[in-house]
């Protein structure tokens, strides 16, 4: 089945140590999200990728970083983790954006101590 | 900026009984309104949406109302069952590739 993975689904770090989520795709689709989702909180946008050209939202801090190597793989790396930003990390695709359905992998949890 | 409000945050039912959330958004360009069910564990996942040119759309239990003029758009289930349980997500594309989520509904379905 064409799905959205995420790896790792947990994933514990210290404070300050950077560390990288990973998020595959075998949907064939062009766009690809990466979602912050603080307890009981929505989702919240950090950047996208349309194939290649990388979008970051205004106020996502300069600590996420993101890579799309390939249509299939995204990465999102926090340079130096803080206590707040323990939290779901969903990645997202969509055919084409725009008025589209998004969807969602299972997420990754980051604990950070 | 944009923004979506939902409500109620939590919501109690009996298995059987019907749910409503509701939502309203402040960007009238806002064309596209999906709803998203979040399990336990996973991520969303959406269960119907609805474009601004419809008044209503329906699949099976599940219906969405929208009314552009209030900037109002509601989720109605029918007959809940316990696998319903879950939180619900509305949101609005408030265009680009940008959608904005509301804060989502717990749903409980008392068996």
């Known amino acids: 089945d064409a799905m959205v993975i995420q790896n790792p689904r947990y994933q514990v770090t210290q404070f300050g140590k950077p560390v990288t989520l990973s998020c595959s795709q075998t949907?064939?689709?062009?766009?690809m999200y990466w979602y912050q989702q603080k307890s009981s909180q929505a989702p919240k946008l950090l950047f996208h990728y349309y194939d290649k050209d990388f979008n970051n939202e205004a106020d996502t801090p300069d600590n996420f970083q993101s890579r799309r190597p390939n249509t299939s793989f995204c990465f999102l790396d926090i340079r130096s983790p803080g206590l707040g930003d323990a939290a779901m990390y969903l990645c997202?695709?969509?055919?084409?954006?725009?008025?589209?359905?998004?969807?969602f992998g299972p997420g990754t949890r980051l604990l950070v101590l | 900026g944009e923004n979506v409000e939902q409500h109620p945050s939590t919501l109690s039912v009996q298995e059987g009984d019907s749910a409503v959330i509701k939502c309203t958004y402040s960007?009238?360009?806002?064309?596209?309104f999906p709803w998203y069910k979040q399990e336990l564990g996973k991520g969303p996942q959406l269960i119907i949406d609805i474009r601004s040119n419809v008044g209503e759309k329906k699949d099976q239990r599940i219906a969405v109302t929208l009314n552009k003029t209030a900037k109002h758009f509601s989720l109605h289930i029918t007959e809940t069952q316990p696998e319903d349980s879950a939180v619900y997500f509305c949101a609005a594309h408030t265009g680009g590739f940008k959608t904005i989520f509301g804060a989502g509904t717990r749903l409980f379905v008392k068996a």
């Open positions: 949907l064939n689709h062009n766009v």
């Open positions: 997202a695709t969509a055919p084409n954006g725009g008025e589209e359905t998004q969807y």
């Open positions: 960007d009238s360009a806002s064309n596209y």
